[in-house]
Structures are given as C-alpha cells and as structure tokens.
C-alpha cells in the first residue's frame, strides 16, 4: 500500500467551496436526497478558502481559467490573461464580420458567443479513447484505453496550446492563431481535429492488445 | 569522551542499568536509550512495570495529598476539584519552565502511569487468549467480532428478503459522527497498529453501516464512533456601528500568506474602493485582483450600495487581494442575516486560507525540488 506524498495544508475534512450564487437560491425542497445529504454534511464540516482565480461574476468561467493556466508561463498570469482576453475578443471580431457579410436567412446560424465557440470546440477536439503503454514480456505494447473526463480535457486543451505554439509562421501573435484553431475547431476541421482522428484509428488498429488492460 | 557523553546526555535519553545474565557476572552495564526508541504509551512491551496494587496505593496517596492541600489552601476538601489542585500547585511551586510537562504536577495515577496491559500468560507459561502468538490479539479478535456481526447482518437481511419484507433504509447522520482515529484505537486496544491494520478496520466499519439492517447492530458501532459538535463554526457577529453622520459601518481584518489588511465597510455608499489612501484602480491594475475585492459584495448582490476603505501591509499583489477580500467579507456579516452568512461560508469567503510558502529543505535546491541527480 502506498503511502501519499502529497499532502496539504488543509485538514482533510475540510470540503471543497460551491461558489454558484444559484445553487443556494434554490428553496429546500427542490433539492434531491443526494443534494440534501450534502448540504447537511456541509453544515457540519469546515470548509476551504475559494482559491484567487475563482468568482461568483458571470465572467469567470472555470474552463477559461483552466485553458489560461496552461498558457502560463514562469507564472505570468497577467500575461496569460491578457492573451486569453484577445483570443476571445478575435473570435468576436472574427464571426461579427461573417455575420454582417452574410445573407439574412444563415445570419441565425452563426454563433457570436465567444464562450459558447470556446466550449463547442474544446469538446469537439477531446479524444474518446487513449493510448496507454503496457510493458509484457520486454515489448511495449500500446493498448487502447478508455479515457478519463478530466484527461480528456487536458488532452484537448495541451494539444491546442502545442499546436498554437509549433506550428506557427514566426510573425503572427498567440491570439490571432488560437482563434483561427478555435474556430476551425468549432467546424470540425483543422489539425487537432485530424490528430484526434488519427488516435481514434491507431487505438481501432491495436484493438487486438485490449485485452492487456486490467484495469 | 566526556564531552561526547555529555552531549548525548543533553539529547533527553535514558539511562537504566541492567544486569547481564548468568550468576557469575556481578557488574553492571550501563544501557543508554534515546526518547525517540522509546515507545510512548502502550503497555505489552514486557511484563507489567506498574503492578496493580501498586497503582491502588497510588490513588489512596492521592487522594490523601489533595485533602492535605485543600487544608493547606484553607478550602473544603469535600469539593476541591482538579482545577483547583493545579492552581494550588502552580501558586506553591512557581517554575519558570517553559515545557508545561516539565513543570510540577499533580493528577489522578490513571492519567499520569499509562495503561498497561495485564500479563498474559499462566503460570505455566501458557498464554490465556487464542490469538496470542499473532502478536496484535486484541486487534484480531476485534476484527472477527467485526465480522461476526456483519454475518449475522447478512443473515438477518436474508431471513428478511425471504419472508418477502423490504428492508427499511433509515439513513442515520453521517454528518454528526466521525470514526476513532487510529491513536484513539490504539489506546482502546492498548496496541501498536498499523496504517494498514486502521484501514482496514475502518473499512469493515463502513460496510457495516452501509447495509440496511445494520441498525441491529448500532450500539457495537457507536463503541467506535464519535460525536464532532456542530457548533463548532458559531463566531459571535459584531453588531453595526454608527459613525458621526449616522452612516452604519462595520470593520473586518483579513490575511493571506504575508499581507494583513483591515477594511471598513460603509452602508449607503456608491461602491468606490480605497485602499491606503488609493483609489483601487490605482492600487490594483490588474482585473483579475479587482474581482477578488468584489467578489463578496457580486456574491450578496451588494455592489453599488457600500463604500470600502481598507488598509493592507505585507504579501504581494495578491495576497493582498485575497486579505481585503477576506477582510471585506467578514465586514460584510454585521449587514447580512444569518443564512446569508452560512451561504458566504460555504463558499468559501469566510475561511482563512492557511497555505504559506513551504520551506526550504536541507539537502534540497527548493522545498520540493532536488538536486540534479549525477551519475559519478
């Protein structure tokens, strides 16, 4: 059995802070019994701080800030920020000029919201199903394996940041390229569609080794 | 080698002589123990030090020095409780130590001599319990008559199904109860356990909860459960106070790794911000700190209506933030009802959030980070 390494300053009964102001405006008896069970639970127990990136604003969404993390670097977040700010303001600018070019019956069609485009195009590039390296008898195998949501996520955001970073002309800015990714994203089509394409057939074409997982 | 000796016996260990066996040899040996081999508490390291009768003419000594004491302080000794026996003593004996263990004390024998566990073997050198050779008997016994009830609850449950009555689920309160912690099942059982060993028990614990009818069996699970007070997060709320203009304000003092800050919440106000005497734009350029400061009042839906002025020392940019939030939003319980503030702490605003900078460590480059490994 392994003993953690990990720890934190908290105890480990303090539970984890809901910062949704809707949440609590729920009357008592709309919950379910799991939802009463917790909030009881919550009575008792102590609860942790909210950490720094987290608001009840209707601004702070807990992907943005995830998405803006991973963009960090030497941990300049002011930067990061400004960049994540840009790229939505490009996506923005971007689709109002489709909007106003295009004819009256497709303009309800094009969606505006950079939020909604961010969110559609980071769940269209999540991989369903992984590679996972398994050693037997001294060959590695690579085994297909079935994907947890959080890893999904970081898959699909690592591979945009990647891509907005290597495969870039040496002029264009950070922005410019992470909204012409995300909006080529939101239609389904550009490189980190096709890379997820491509996991999904090499895991189809090692099917035979899935029986290696135990897990 | 003096000083040597010297040093080690600064350390705090213990010297004992002993006897090396055989009848011939007649010198004895001085062994030297450090308090870190020690063992602390549990009894079972050998036969008994503490004999039972001996622990008796501990008690009637006690007993006696606290009548003789509440003679000498002048009070009734029918009702001379342990409290007073400490102030007695600290008032007679004044030590300037600073290790409260080390000053002089006077408590009932069974808090001062640990218990320690009866020898467990006859006569003819044959131990009493079954399970004895399995080093921790007291620990497995508990962990078959864990079992044995958990059957039984099974059984139970058939006899039930069987008879076609559907189980009634009574969810009992989880919230209210914790489990033993493992140095408490250690002193229940007056045995050294392991992680492993309290896990598992636990575990049994638990699955013994979960079934239905395992209200059969709630007394024996009570044995290992404890009650954690709810009342524990009732802080008293200051009441508003009143400036020269009639204006109703209330003050909260907040921290964050380093910073200290202390904010002043006014009712009435427009929503402008200063912080040190600067307007928060100023004093804060970046957005994400800004949010921070108005994160409580966006959370009781209170943006325009108060005025703030805080001050902050200490910690960077945004510990500070983080200490004016923590400041503003225990400012802001004085305006709020009660449920309001429940609601505040729930998400979060109320705590005081405890993670510092970690320490650098010997033999590490960081706190977490090591040294580049090479080879030769």
């Given at each position: 059995r392994l003993t953690q390494v990990r720890w934190s300053?908290?105890?480990?009964?303090f539970l984890e802070p809901e910062v949704n102001k809707e949440l609590y405006q729920?009357?008592?008896?709309?919950?379910?019994e799991e939802e009463k069970e917790k909030l009881e639970l919550k009575a008792v127990r102590p609860i942790k701080a909210a950490p720094?990136?987290?608001?009840?604003?209707?601004?702070?969404d807990p992907m943005i800030s995830k998405f803006t993390n991973m963009m960090?670097?030497?941990?300049?977040k002011v930067l990061a920020r400004s960049l994540m700010a840009q790229t939505l303001e490009a996506i923005k600018r971007k689709q109002l000029e489709k909007y106003h070019k295009a004819p009256e019956d497709e303009k309800e069609t094009i969606e505006c919201n950079p939020y909604v485009i961010f969110h559609q195009a980071l769940k269209n590039c999540q991989p369903i199903i992984g590679l996972s390296s398994i050693t037997r008898g001294g060959k590695t195998y690579q085994v297909p394996v079935p994907l947890k949501d959080n890893r999904r996520r970081f898959l699909a955001m690592k591979w945009l940041i990647t891509e907005c970073r290597e495969n870039?002309?040496?002029?264009?800015?950070m922005p410019e390229k992470l909204s012409q990714e995300l909006l080529q994203a939101f239609n389904n089509e550009g490189p980190i569609i096709k890379k997820k394409h491509v996991l999904h057939k090499t895991a189809e074409a090692n099917r035979a080794y899935a029986h290696f997982r135990w897990w | 080698m003096a000083a040597a000796v010297g040093r080690v016996l600064r350390l705090g260990g213990r010297w004992s002589a002993a006897v090396p066996g055989g009848p011939r040899a007649q010198t004895l040996r001085l062994i030297y123990t450090t308090t870190a081999v020690q063992r602390k508490?549990?009894?079972?390291?050998?036969?008994?030090?503490?004999?039972e009768e001996f622990i008796k003419k501990q008690i009637e000594e006690f007993n006696l020095g606290k009548r003789h004491l509440a003679n000498m302080m002048g009070e009734d000794p029918e009702t001379f409780t342990q409290e007073d026996i400490d102030r007695a003593i600290a008032y007679l004996f004044p030590s300037g130590l600073?290790?409260?263990?080390a000053r002089p004390m006077m408590k009932h024998p069974t808090e001062i001599f640990p218990e320690q566990r009866k020898i467990q073997w006859g006569e003819d050198g044959?131990?009493?319990?079954?399970?004895?050779?399995?080093?921790k008997q007291s620990y497995y016994s508990l962990m078959h008559e864990t079992y044995e009830k958990l059957l039984n609850v099974e059984k139970y449950q058939d006899q039930l199904t069987a008879q076609d009555f559907s189980p009634h689920k009574e969810k009992r309160n989880l919230a209210g109860s914790r489990w033993l912690t493992k140095i408490e099942l250690e002193e229940m059982l007056l045995e050294k356990l392991s992680d492993n060993d309290y896990s598992r028990f636990i575990q049994l614990l638990e699955k013994l909860m979960t079934l239905s009818c395992g209200d059969i069996q709630d007394k024996y699970i009570q044995k290992f459960s404890k009650e954690v007070p709810a009342?524990?997060?009732k802080v008293a709320i200051e009441p508003l106070q009143y400036d020269e203009r009639g204006v109703a304000f209330s003050t909260g003092k907040g921290a964050r790794k380093t910073a200290r800050a202390t904010a002043v919440v006014y009712d009435n106000g427009t929503g402008r911000i200063t912080v040190n005497g600067i307007d928060v734009l100023h004093y804060f350029p970046v957005l994400q700190d800004r949010e921070q400061l108005l994160f409580p009042f966006q959370f009781l839906n209170r943006i325009g209506k108060h005025d703030m002025v805080c001050t902050v020392s200490g910690g960077g940019r945004s510990a500070q933030a983080g200490a004016i939030r923590l400041a503003s939003a225990k400012a802001l319980r004085s305006f709020v009802t009660e449920k309001e503030v429940e609601f505040m702490r729930q998400a979060g605003?109320?705590?005081?959030?405890?993670r510092v900078k970690e320490r650098k460590k010997p033999g590490q480059e960081g706190a977490r980070r090591k040294f580049t490994w090479k080879k030769r």
């Open positions: 300053r908290y105890n480990p009964s729920k009357p008592w008896e709309e919950l379910s720094p990136t987290v608001s009840s604003s209707v601004f702070s960090m670097k030497d941990g300049n870039k002309h040496r002029r264009t800015l | 508490n549990v009894g079972a390291s050998g036969p008994e030090k503490y004999t600073f290790d409260k263990q044959r131990p009493f319990h079954f399970l004895f050779y399995t080093g009342q524990l997060q605003l109320l705590t005081l959030d405890p």
